[in-house]
């Protein structure tokens, strides 16, 4: 997340608390109501059957409130539109209009302010009843002024059938609203328009020479190539206008692309006209725009419908993130202090299970708490969002690290160093189980178990204190087994008697987080780029070195204590730099590319290819996932599910989440889900499928072989 957008979440995160946990659903006090007055309408006042007509959800907001265009800028969220229609309706694209640009601090917002009419067509079956015909519109929205609120409205109307052999006329009561609604939309540019680089700056040419121009302004569809508050220097010459532009930081930034809308002001014979030009291939053309992909609606898991079964998912995907491989290296050393407690007192022993399920949930709602806030200020993050930071994803490798030596012997903690790793010294106490909990829920957060994608997505759809109660119940499940056995004490008895064979097992479970650490520092080479990993590499030496200092001077005599002690500082201060180097170096765009014919995931791309009727199958991941990377090399690698997807040829497109991307965010939240993997199979004909995060091969192919007949490579022959 770019530093100018997480200062203003920052912002918005202490506005959320200040309204709320439930502010979308308490009554709002004066200054919130009515913040935003929502209509839906026609501009036609009948329909006819067979034609389109044109239906528009009108945004009226309050003086200094603002929504978003389609895309936001640098925070927010555009509104969404869920149609319910009758039988053989079908609703369009949104025509967005010409977008504002609109400053909140050191960001650049892209929306509107005052009002705003999203206007959609809407095509009428060949055939009709009687009537009338309801349509109805669930409009959600962010509309933000130095705090954001989220909001909703359920929108609907009916309109009369023509009568047969007549055109449905105009209605006049809105005839002024679509006139005026239609101004605001960008055409197409009738000048050549292109993107080039002048070193490392991109600059948009406009070939229109004598056009006379002021307050240029240029609006990206992609939410991630451009710093959208960078100013933007226009110029002309004998060719045309230039405007000169700032290419992203962000590490998944795409190369700029003379895609987007350009406004300004035209002098004219007749004084200052105001112009909007929808440029490049994405601009809008409504009579041929293709329907947006479908959503996997039908195909959700009916199981997360409700908040008590929502609740007993999470339950289950929490019990068994205590067999995933994030999990059960630092499982495994907490049940070694256990033994190494077997010998204190029922009583005691139990206090150590219940302060560990302590840590567990409140790191778990610590977590949900920090990703509702954040959600509701306009960030498109979701479930794991913090090992997009590659600052979370190296200070996770240092700690491992500095556990895993201390398995190894290398350095022995105490005193208040006990606390944060009960399991890994002779001196633990209640503290230690809290943070191991504490410790335990972090690293699980790259791992995703079956039954948790649903009960998650659910959660974050429904309110705060929905999300709460099922990240609640998911850590409720993690923390339970080790809960249950710090509650048996028996058990404990049945296990051997501490001895020498645990400093044997010690050094054995060192192994498990060196290998966790070699995988982080994977995930850190895809966020950062060389520089930034060569600083991440230091800093392993650096925890290495501090280690070895420490335990010295504990054994060396005062004055070599204190020369000792001043050392591990000194190390400590330069992982500190080199930290703060990190996110400096990110990495540029990955390619997804494969010489297996996989593409990168847009939208666009995915429109394009269903367009074209053909199958297509999507797999979101990240590189920190490692539920997605044993799916992929352990499933969608193998040679029969290759040679499945060529057999019916479906195409496929992988979007990485390692960095943040609202586009797939989007898609993410769309499909009930709030974090990866997510796999989706569409059949070319409207349908979709949405297939479990844990994948064989046997279900894959399942899933292929039940694609409608006609598609694949046969449907190409006469």
Excluded at 36 to 49: D, H, I, N, Q
Excluded at 436 to 457: H, Q, R, S
Excluded at 510 to 518: G, S, W
Excluded at 695 to 715: K, M, Q
Aim: proline share 9%; charged share 15%.
């Amino acid at each position: 997340m770019p530093p100018r957008r997480l200062a203003l979440l920052l912002v918005l995160l202490a506005s959320w608390f200040g309204l709320g946990p439930a502010a979308a659903q308490a009554p709002r006090s004066s200054k919130y109501a009515d913040l935003v007055r929502a209509e839906l309408v026609t501009e036609e006042s009948a329909v006819a059957p067979g034609t389109v007509l044109t239906a528009g959800v009108r945004l009226a907001m309050k003086p200094g409130w603002h929504v978003y265009w389609r895309n936001p800028g640098d925070s927010g969220l555009p509104p969404e539109i869920a149609w319910t229609l009758p039988a053989g309706f079908s609703a369009g694209s949104v025509a967005w209009p010409a977008p504002e640009r609109i400053p909140v601090g050191d960001l650049m917002n892209f929306g509107y302010e005052g009002e705003v009419l999203l206007t959609v067509p809407v095509t009428a079956p060949e055939t009709l009843g009687p009537g009338p015909v309801p349509l109805r519109a669930k409009v959600s929205y962010l509309v933000c002024e130095r705090e954001c609120v989220p909001g909703e409205a359920s929108l609907s109307l009916s309109l009369p059938v023509a009568p047969a052999g007549t055109s449905p006329r105009p209605d006049p009561r809105a005839a002024a609203l679509f006139a005026q609604g239609r101004e605001r939309l960008p055409v197409p540019a009738p000048w050549p328009v292109r993107m080039r680089q002048d070193g490392a700056t991109p600059v948009l040419d406009i070939d229109a020479p004598g056009l006379k121009a002021r307050d240029l302004a240029f609006f990206p569809y992609s939410e991630t190539a451009l710093e959208h508050a960078a100013v933007q220097v226009a110029t002309s010459d004998a060719t045309g206008l230039h405007l000169r532009l700032q290419r992203s930081s962000q590490a998944d930034a795409p190369a700029p692309r003379a895609d987007g809308v350009l406004t300004f002001t035209e002098e004219t014979g007749s004084g200052p006209v105001r112009r909007a030009y929808a440029l490049g291939e994405a601009a809008p053309t409504p009579a041929t725009t293709a329907p947006s992909a479908p959503v996997a609606t039908a195909s959700a898991p009916p199981e997360a419908e409700g908040l008590w079964q929502a609740a007993f998912l999470a339950f289950l995907g929490g019990l068994l993130l205590n067999l995933m491989p994030c999990v059960f290296p630092v499982l495994s050393i907490k049940v070694l202090s256990l033994v190494r407690h077997s010998g204190e007192s029922p009583g005691r022993v139990r206090l150590h299970g219940l302060a560990y399920a302590a840590g567990v949930l409140a790191t778990f709602l610590s977590l949900a708490g920090l990703l509702i806030a954040l959600r509701a200020g306009g960030a498109q993050i979701g479930w794991g969002f913090q090992l997009q930071s590659p600052l979370v994803v190296a200070g996770l490798a240092y700690g491992l690290f500095a556990m895993g030596l201390s398995l190894s012997g290398v350095w022995h903690l105490g005193g208040r160093a006990a606390s944060l790793g009960d399991g890994l010294t002779r001196r633990a106490g209640l503290e230690g189980s809290f943070f191991t909990g504490v410790l335990a829920t972090i690293v699980a957060t790259p791992c995703t178990a079956p039954f948790m994608g649903a009960a998650v997505g659910y959660g974050l759809t429904q309110g705060a204190p929905v999300a709460l109660a099922v990240f609640a119940a998911l850590g409720l499940g993690l923390a339970l087994p080790f809960a249950l056995l710090a509650a048996w004490p028996a058990g404990l008895r049945r296990l051997p008697r501490p001895g020498a064979w645990m400093e044997t097992l010690k050094g054995v479970l060192a192994f498990p987080l060196y290998l966790t650490v070699a995988w982080l520092v994977w995930v850190l080479s895809r966020q950062v780029g060389p520089t930034g990993l060569m600083a991440g590499l230091t800093g392993l030496v650096l925890v290495a070195f501090c280690a070895w200092t420490s335990e010295r001077g504990r054994m060396a005599g005062a004055v070599a204590r204190r020369a000792a002690q001043a050392a591990t500082l000194v190390g400590l201060l330069g992982v500190a730099g080199l930290l703060a180097v990190l996110d400096r170096d990110r990495a540029g765009p990955v390619a997804v590319a494969a010489a297996d014919g996989v593409e990168p995931f847009s939208r666009a791309r995915l429109d394009a290819l269903l367009a074209e009727r053909r199958p297509v199958f999507v797999n979101m991941t990240a590189a920190w996932c490692i539920t997605c990377q044993v799916n992929d090399r352990a499933t969608l690698r193998a040679a029969s599910v290759r040679e499945a997807f060529r057999a019916h040829d479906v195409a496929q497109l992988t979007g990485d989440w390692t960095n943040q991307n609202p586009e797939i965010t989007r898609v993410l939240e769309a499909n009930g889900r709030s974090g990866v993997p997510l796999y989706l199979l569409y059949d070319g004909r409207g349908g979709v499928a949405v297939l479990p995060q844990i994948l064989t091969e046997s279900i894959v192919r399942d899933a292929l072989a039940a694609l409608p007949a006609g598609t694949g490579p046969r449907a190409a022959l006469p």
